[in-house]
């Protein structure tokens, strides 16, 4: 029997998560399929199939009684368009052991079952059951390296054509299913695993999916592990892979994450092994430490004891310093523009907006022009909220992704573009989540992400640095006061955030917060927004000037941090 015929096509199962997250397979043309493969048996001389088979098929067959034109009564058979009382009688049979020719053995336990559903069902029993193997005439079968329950649950889905997938019972069903040449079930089981790939988990699933050559869950477990790479890295399965899956990973074109990042995998997994010193030297030089922040670079590789007392690391240590230095003596003019993406479209009649991936450069000195690498394609192909500032000559975007569903993850995206070599590397996410468009600031070479949703609640978490240095976040204090519609700038070294007062329009509240102590000062100061209060902010000397984002008729504000006091300018026409 070929392989198709005795197997389900995944096209055929319906697949539902209840609410345990367990997986429902349902083979929807079942009882077709396996009174088909019950007719191909090649064992019609067996007396006992040849009773399982006119038992199963009186149950497909009514008895149609009509009159003809003289009105004689006349009496047909009529196929049944519903297979399950055929279906239910064939398990029947199973449970009551009517008809049964063949018991499996599996340990301490015996199913009694039909030769021909077995055949019907698997490759594997039409081979052992049917070919010319001494099983397919003993009456018990044992079968080794599968479990009773396994067996059991996959009886049930060979007579009744429903499974029941979960996390107690995936991979030997997988192991089981690649035994028996259940393609359908290892269909299934993929599709299971798939959905509970996590970051302490992925690795172990592209293990099972490689060792049962699930190609399409392999691809995806090694997708989700090089999207999740700093969090699949701080688990424990990452130290279990070998250097030539190390080495595939950091190869990947796929793993756009910062070098920081990726150097702190290489060292995690050499430490785990002493034999693995030979291989840091190679893996080194993949992680391509050139890329890092010349600050990471100082205080965390050079210092690495490993490094250190390797002649050959040492070497790379030392191209790397070469190559910073003239980095150094190559930075950017002192002042460029650079515009970040963009909308278009949205000016013309008719036309839906669409995102610009596009960076382009202008020198305003010398009035030069250059055009840079796009922007990640994640940033553009998701709705999302691009936060942008530029720090060290390098730019960096912290992306709020909008949730197409209430039950969706919740994701934010950090990048930052490498101006000396025009390529944007990801960034370890923040702690916390943080909607829509918050305060995204750099003070004493930290960044700052401050509030969620143009609001900055005393109560909430969402209060946090990122320090290049290190390649971590770290919570900080929460303002001392809520306020809306915030606006979050950066002066004199100190975060400053301003914003009205718990919904009251009265009076504007400033808030400044000194990173060297990890507090918050503030004051109030009359309102002056002179419209809709919702602004953009830029710093020069010593004020902040505010301006209206919802049109050109409202004034802008010039809010100076020394003398406290506040000037209005009125918009450009």
């Known amino acids: 029997m070929a392989e198709e015929e005795a197997d389900a096509s995944s096209d055929d199962l319906d697949y539902v998560f209840n609410d345990k997250g367990e997986l429902q397979v349902c083979e929807t043309l079942h009882g077709r399929r396996l009174l088909q493969g019950l007719r191909k048996v090649n064992s019609q001389e067996a007396v006992t199939f040849s009773d399982l088979l006119k038992s199963v098929e009186k149950n ?40 049964c020719d063949v018991i499996l053995c599996v340990s301490d336990t015996k199913f009694h079952c039909h030769r021909a559903v077995l055949a019907a069902s698997s490759p594997f029993f039409v081979t052992l059951l049917l070919g010319e193997f001494r099983e397919g005439k003993d009456e018990k079968v044992r079968l080794n390296d599968v479990q009773s329950h ?35 079930v290892v269909t299934a089981c993929c599709r299971y695993l798939s959905r509970q790939l996590d970051s302490d988990n992925c690795f172990g699933i592209l293990y099972l999916a490689e060792f049962y050559s699930c190609k399409s869950l392999v691809e995806e477990a090694r997708a989700f592990a090089i999207d999740n790479f700093p969090d699949t890295v701080r688990t424990g399965e990452f130290e279990l892979l070998s250097y030539d899956q190390v080495l595939f990973f950091l190869t990947d074109e796929r793993c756009q994450w910062c070098k920081e990042s990726v150097y702190e995998a290489v060292m995690k997994w050499t430490k785990a092994d002493t034999t693995r010193l030979e291989f840091l030297p190679a893996l080194l030089r993949c992680a391509d430490l050139r890329l890092m922040t010349e600050d990471y670079f100082k205080f965390n590789v050079k210092h690495e004891p490993l490094i250190k007392n390797d002649p050959e690391c040492l070497d790379i240590i030392q191209e790397v310093e070469e190559d910073l230095f003239q980095q150094r003596t190559h930075r ?22 669409v995102k610009v991936p596009y960076m382009d450069c202008l020198g305003p000195w010398r009035c030069s022009h250059a055009i840079l690498s796009d922007l990640p394609f994640s940033l553009v192909s998701k ?14 975007i912290l992306a709020s992704m909008e949730r197409c569903q209430a039950e969706d993850p919740r994701e934010m995206q950090f990048w930052r573009y490498v101006s000396s070599a025009d390529l944007w590397l990801r960034l370890p ?19 700052y992400a401050v509030g969620t949703n143009m609001a900055a609640d005393k109560a909430a978490e969402c209060y946090e640095s990122f320090s290049p240095r290190s390649n971590r976040w770290r919570k900080i204090a929460p303002v001392p006061h809520t306020v809306e519609k915030t606006v979050t700038s950066s002066f004199k070294d100190k975060v400053v955030v301003m914003g009205y007062w718990e919904g009251r329009h009265e009076n504007f509240y400033v808030q400044t917060y000194d990173p060297m102590n990890d507090t918050w000062e503030h004051y109030d100061v009359e309102s002056y927004h002179c419209g809709k209060p919702q602004y953009q902010s830029a710093v020069l000397g010593s004020k902040i000037y505010l301006m209206p984002m919802l049109g050109r008729r409202f004034s802008m504000c010039a809010f100076d941090m020394e003398s406290r006091d506040s000037r209005n300018f009125p918009c450009l026409n």
């Open 60 to 99: 497909l067959v009514t008895l149609v009684i009509t009159e003809d034109e003289k009105g004689n009564k006349l009496q047909y058979p009529k196929l049944q368009s519903d297979l399950g009382p055929a279906i239910t009688a064939l398990n029947e049979s199973r449970t009551t052991h009517t008809f």
């Open 150 to 184: 396994i067996v059991s649950d996959l009886l049930d889905y060979f007579y009744t054509g429903s499974l029941n997938i979960r996390n107690g019972n995936v991979e030997s069903l997988l192991h089981a299913a690649s035994l028996f040449q259940l393609s359908s």
């Open 332 to 353: 950017l003019p002192a002042e460029i523009l650079v515009q970040v993406g963009g909308i278009s479209g949205s000016e013309t009649a008719g036309h839906k907006p």
């Open 383 to 396: 709705n999302c909220y691009l936060n942008v500032l530029a720090m060290d000559d390098d730019i960096y």
């Open 429 to 447: 996410e923040p702690l916390t989540f943080h909607q829509g468009q918050f305060g995204f600031v750099a003070a004493q070479g930290r960044l």
